[in-house]
Every structure is written in structure tokens, then in C-alpha cells.
């Protein structure tokens, strides 16, 4: 069996088993050293991604370092000769030596750490350049190996394709729906109706004086400033362990879930983030002014599939949900940067102080509204 048999079986028979780039990447690196002195295993791709314009993937050792690219950077590279810029512009290959690589940085700082030659090729994805792959060495390689990276192309990035996108598929679901539930909906929830019950605290907020600021600012400033507090709020909630669902107009759903027997700490969690949206909007500084109310309410909500058969959403519905968005309502009235209902206050007294008792749509009794002591 050829070294290239040997590689296309091994793909065929194991790499394609292998669920991630990570690990086909680091386990056909090693494959391929037992016939070329491969040092280093590269593999960058271009990805559908909010922040990122690439993802890449180095094999060097037994370590396999998974990196991204911003599009700055990435629009940078593309001023500057180099291999993968070639590849871009339509070379077939390039093969670089010590010595023979003038004007292009990154390839020079790579021989600048021992290594002698490099031997690139581009990848394509259902037809169309996608990235490339690099084989890198301390020694030198022969046209029996270069032979072999041609001859095993071909499998290999029908390997890596299926999961270059379920790396970029997976990334846009947690981008859009939230961690929790993009990963849900990966995984198979994806039938409407598919949900449970969920005990959470829910955190309802939006832009204070918004109807204004759409009216003074530029279109662009206006977003700009959303994009900004926006930015913020999922910032403290993750920070502080929960997630963002949905964002409504300038409004912000967000849960921080609880097992119920720790309702407390799921509580101290939502206030404590509330309480650093203000510091980090107070640190922005800049006009104008980013003013944010927050509304927090403890219940059971529906968490899971929602909408119709062509059109759905993954998010929290329930009294729970409606009362939290009415709390927060009353935040510009009271003059408070943070409520909460009585379910949220009485699991830590303490913490909070009764501002007003206001009737509620949908609620018989007046709900009792609480703020933070300072």
C-alpha cells in the first residue's frame, strides 16, 4: 500500500469518524508523519461568523491550537504578499525554501524558528477557494512527499468539510438564539412544541428615553448606541451566568435559570448583573447617555420551540415573562435603574427596599416593586 492509500484508507476508516477540525486535524497530523517530516499541520478557512472572517487550526507537536481571525486582521493579510494569498488568487500550490521567501513576514518569521520549507495548497469547498492547507518542516521535503499532500486533497477536505461547517452552523446558532439554546437546536430540538419548563429568573430591560434618542439621532449613531448597550447587557448576563434570548426592539429578554432549590442564588446572580450594567454603562461616559432599566421577576416559564411550522423561535413565554416586562416598565416612572417583583425581594430582605405597590395588567392583586439598597 502507497503512503497515499495508506492516508486516504485511514481518512476513509477513522478521520471521518472524528467529530470535530480539532481532532481530524491533530489525528491526521500525526497520521502523515509516519511518511513526511510534517512539523507543522496548518489548516485555515474562511467562516460565516459575526466577528470572525476565518478560523485556523495548527499542528505542531502533539498540540493542535484552534485560533480565529478577525476581518481586520484578515483584510490586512490581504495587502501583503504570502502562500495563502497566492492560493487566493488562483495559484495551484506554492513551495517556499529558506531564503526564497522576500517581502512575505509571516513566512519569514516561520523559517526565522528552524523551519526550512513550506508546501501549501488551497482548499475548496463544493468548488469555490475556501482556505488552504500547509505543510511545514525542519527538514526537507522530496517529490514523493508533495506528491503525497496532492494525493490525499481530495479526502481530506471531504473530511474537513462537513465539519468546517457544523463548526460555522453551530456558531451562528449560538450568535442568534443564545449558548443554551443554539446548542439545543444543533443537537435536534428543533420540532415546534419541543420544550419544558423551566424555573428562572426572568430579566427584562431596554434603553431609557429611546423614543427620543430615535428621533435626534442619525440612523447610524442610533445604532451605533443600541449596538453598544446591547453589547453591555449581554456582556454582565453572561458574565453573570445567565443568557440573553431575544432582543425586541430596544428591549432586552434574558433568563438566569434555577434548579429551584437554589432560587437565592440565581436571584443574587440577576441583581448583582443589573447592578454592573449600571457601572459599565456609567464607565462608557460619552454622549449621549446610555440610561437602561432592568425588571427582574422569579416563576416558571415555558422555555423551548415557539411559532409556526416555517417560522419558529426559541425563547421563554409565561406570566413570568409578561410580569418581568411590567416591572421594568415602571423603572422610568419610579425613577429606579433596577426592580424586581416581591418573589425576587423576599429571598434576600436585605438587598432590597419597597419603592411602590402599582397595579398590573393581568395581576389581581397591586405587585409590590423593590430596588436595591445603595
Not at 485556523?56 to 498540540?63: I, K, N, Q, R, Y
Request: hydrophobic share 45%.
Amino acid at each position: 500500500m502507497t503512503p497515499t492509500e495508506d492516508l486516504t484508507a485511514w481518512l476513509l476508516d477513522h478521520g471521518r469518524m472524528l467529530p470535530t477540525v480539532r481532532e481530524v486535524v491533530g489525528a491526521f497530523a500525526q497520521q502523515l508523519r509516519r511518511h513526511a517530516p510534517v512539523d507543522r499541520f496548518w489548516f485555515g478557512t474562511k467562516v460565516l461568523h459575526p466577528q470572525a472572517a476565518a478560523f485556523f487550526w495548527v499542528c505542531e507537536g502533539d498540540e493542535v491550537r484552534e485560533s480565529s481571525m478577525s476581518y481586520a486582521r484578515f483584510d490586512h493579510l490581504a495587502q501583503r504578499d504570502s502562500p495563502i494569498l497566492r492560493l487566493r488568487h488562483g495559484a495551484p500550490e506554492t513551495w517556499f525554501k529558506v531564503g526564497s521567501a522576500p517581502d512575505m513576514p509571516d513566512l519569514e518569521a516561520l523559517f526565522g524558528r528552524g523551519y526550512r520549507e513550506q508546501f501549501a495548497l488551497p482548499v475548496h469547498f463544493r468548488g469555490v477557494w475556501a482556505g488552504g492547507l500547509t505543510f511545514s518542516t525542519r527538514e526537507a521535503f522530496t517529490q514523493e512527499h508533495v506528491a503525497l499532500f496532492r494525493g490525499v486533497m481530495p479526502v481530506l477536505t471531504t473530511v474537513l468539510e462537513p465539519r468546517a461547517a457544523d463548526l460555522v452552523t453551530y456558531t451562528l446558532l449560538r450568535t442568534y438564539l443564545g449558548r443554551n439554546a443554539g446548542k439545543r437546536v444543533f443537537h435536534g430540538q428543533v420540532k415546534r412544541g419541543d420544550g419544558e419548563t423551566l424555573r428562572a429568573v426572568v430579566w427584562f430591560s431596554d434603553v431609557r428615553g429611546f423614543t427620543q434618542l430615535s428621533e435626534s439621532l442619525p440612523r447610524d449613531a442610533l445604532l451605533g448606541l443600541l449596538n453598544d448597550a446591547f453589547e453591555r447587557v449581554v456582556g454582565v448576563v453572561e458574565d453573570h451566568g445567565g443568557e440573553v434570548l431575544k432582543f425586541m426592539g430596544d428591549g432586552v429578554l434574558a433568563v438566569f435559570p434555577s434548579d429551584g432549590d437554589d432560587d437565592g442564588e440565581a436571584a443574587h446572580r440577576a441583581l448583582s448583573a443589573a447592578q454592573d450594567l449600571q457601572v459599565r454603562l456609567d464607565a462608557r461616559g460619552g454622549e449621549p447617555r446610555i440610561r437602561m432599566g432592568v425588571g427582574l421577576h422569579l416563576g416558571e416559564v415555558s422555555y423551548g420551540n415557539i411559532g409556526s411550522p416555517g417560522r419558529l423561535d426559541f425563547t421563554v413565554i409565561g406570566p413570568a415573562v409578561n410580569l418581568a416586562a411590567r416591572v421594568e416598565s415602571q423603572c422610568s416612572t419610579l425613577g429606579e435603574p433596577v426592580l424586581a417583583s416581591q418573589d425576587i425581594a423576599q429571598l434576600a430582605f436585605q438587598s432590597w427596599r419597597e419603592v411602590a405597590r402599582v397595579a398590573v395588567k393581568g395581576v389581581s392583586e397591586p405587585v409590590g416593586l423593590f430596588a436595591p439598597k445603595a
